[in-house]
């Protein structure tokens, strides 16, 4: 994209909370209704894309937590233990468990959250870098 307009630059960055609170708030929302870890991780791939488009692969990248392979890793790792705790308190792996109003089904979701994000945006990354990059 080589002409930048900039009414959509400038809504790049207000867009981009926007598409990841709700991101937020769909994963949260997931455990009492429609919504959760993958379908929240989608917006999160939204919102970084946006910015990655508009703004350049670098300006997404700044506003994630990690790497996206090393994100997507430890969104598997966060699911993965969150199956583990089952078989400490005696029952089959993935039987979630509560404290009060806390689960692992929280951790699980927050674990495909991550590793859709991460997964996904490894993969739109440096398809935008080599469409942006010179022929």
Known sequence: MNERLPLLTNAAGPLYWLLFLASLWVLFRGHNAPGGGFIGGLLAVAASSLLATVRGVAAARR?????PVRLAAAGVV?????GLVAP????????????????????????????????????????????????
Do not use: C, K, M, N
Request: hydrophobic letters at 55%; aromatic letters at 16%; glycine letters at 10%.
């Open 78 to 82: 966060l699911a993965l233990l969150s």
């Open 88 to 135: 400490l308190a005696g029952q089959p792996f993935l039987t979630h468990i509560w404290w009060g109003g806390l689960s692992t089904v929280l951790a699980f979701d927050l674990g495909v959250f991550l590793a859709v994000w991460g997964a996904l945006t490894g993969y739109i990354y440096p398809l935008l870098e080599e469409e942006a990059s010179p022929s």
């Open 63 to 67: 506003r994630q937590w990690l790497a």
